[in-house]
Each structure stands twice: as C-alpha cells, then as structure tokens.
C-alpha cells in the first residue's frame, strides 16, 4: 500500500491544463525532494521531474511541478493527446528507510 | 548513450531462487547509486532495493527484506538482485534505474532499463 496518493485519473481537452496532486506526509514529501515518471503502455517509466521542479533535457516546458509542505503537484499545460499515459510521484520516505512512488494517476484527453 | 540492460527473468516455482543482472554502459558506473523497482500486471511503480554508489549501503522494500539482496560489482559495471524464497506476488516487470544524481542514493532514479519478467508459478 502506497504511502502517497494520487487520484486515479485526470482528465481535460486538449489545450487546457491538468493539474495532478501528490499527497504525502512529513517523513517523505515533508522532508525529501519529489520526482515525477511518466509511463506510457508496456514501456519503463521516463522520468518527467527531479527535484521538486527541475525538468530534464528533452522535457517539454508543458510540464511543471510544485512542493508545499506534505503534498506535491505536476501541471501539464497545452495538453497533448500523447499526455494520455500514467504519471508516478515518488520521494525518499525517512520513516520507512526506503523510495516510495504514488499510487499513480491515468490521464485521458477529451 | 547511458544504457541499462536487464537479465536474468524467466518462469520459477515458489520457493525456488533467481538472479537478476542489470549492465550498465555510457556512464561511470561506480559513481550513481542503483536502484530495482518492480511492476506486477497492471499495478503501479513499487521500489524494491536500492545500492549506494560504492555498495556500503543497502536499503529494502519490507515486501522483500530477508529474501531479496541487492549488490554490486562495480569492476563489471552490473548490478545484481538475488531473489530468493520466491513468492506469486513477485511476479512483475523488474527495472533497474540509475540514480539521478552522483554519489547520491535518496533522491530516486532518472535513466530506467526496459525491465526483465518475473513469473513465480508452479
């Protein structure tokens, strides 16, 4: 059982923004930085955030994503209808002595 | 480029043991901390283990403490996962992922390798 949650799914048309939210608590998100993956069908997860809000090369500035206190969010804006795959928050748990991912969210565009 | 190439899946009886390899190219191997995460049919992303940079520190999943071992040979460039005692509920894809900073093992992982399949059936 995951210790951060996320919704299930998300969902907008496209062009608009989707925020997707990252609940946790004080020994993770709380105290430890918070990456996003994104995981499209059948394929290894690709990382889309590091470090609370730092975007790899290659990823699009579409994506964004914030911290405050225990919970995390990843913006998506000018949605795409390749955004329509998994997305993963993730962070180091002080607690539990180990990485710990979000239950996962499926965005669909409309 | 930075690779990761899993090996080492396959179909085994409960109970029975399997290692998994993870080569890693295109990059100083010794220098990232290296992590296994796992992900059984149509469930989401679960960590399992992760190694230091110099093999000094180990961390588990308590879904594997005690029956799973992380290690490293960093001369190879590979890292292994023992699975041992297995179980159906580790049945999953098995990524292995390189940590995305240096010297660093708490901050999670940025280049993943294509996973190997685990199947635990009798």
């Known amino acids: 059982q995951s210790v951060l949650t996320q919704p299930p799914s998300a969902s907008g048309t496209p062009g608009q923004r989707v925020t997707i939210s990252c609940s946790g608590s004080s020994s993770n998100i709380g105290s430890n930085t918070v990456n996003w993956y994104q995981q499209l069908p059948a394929t290894a997860p690709k990382l889309l955030i590091y470090t609370n809000n730092q975007r790899p090369s290659g990823v699009p500035d579409r994506f964004s994503a914030s911290k405050s206190g225990t919970s995390a969010s990843l913006a998506i804006s000018g949605l795409q209808s390749e955004d329509e795959v998994d997305y993963y928050c993730a962070a180091w748990d002080d607690s539990l002595n180990g990485y710990v991912f979000g239950t996962g969210t499926k965005v669909t565009v409309l | 480029q930075v690779q990761l190439v899993e090996s080492g899946g396959g179909v085994v009886q409960p109970g029975r043991s399997l290692r998994l390899s993870c080569a890693g190219t295109g990059f100083t191997f010794s220098n990232y901390a290296m992590y296994w995460v796992r992900q059984a049919p149509g469930k989401g992303l679960e960590w399992v283990a992760v190694i230091s940079y110099d093999g000094s520190n180990k961390y588990y999943a308590d879904s594997v403490k005690g029956r799973f071992t992380i290690s490293r040979d960093n001369s190879k460039n590979t890292l292994y996962l023992q699975l041992n005692s297995l179980r159906a509920e580790d049945t999953a894809v098995y990524y292995c992922?390189?940590?995305?900073?240096?010297?660093?093992?708490?901050?999670?992982?940025?280049?993943w390798g294509k996973g190997t399949t685990v199947t635990v059936s009798s």
């Open positions: 992922a390189r940590a995305v900073l240096e010297m660093a093992t708490i901050f999670g992982m940025d280049v």
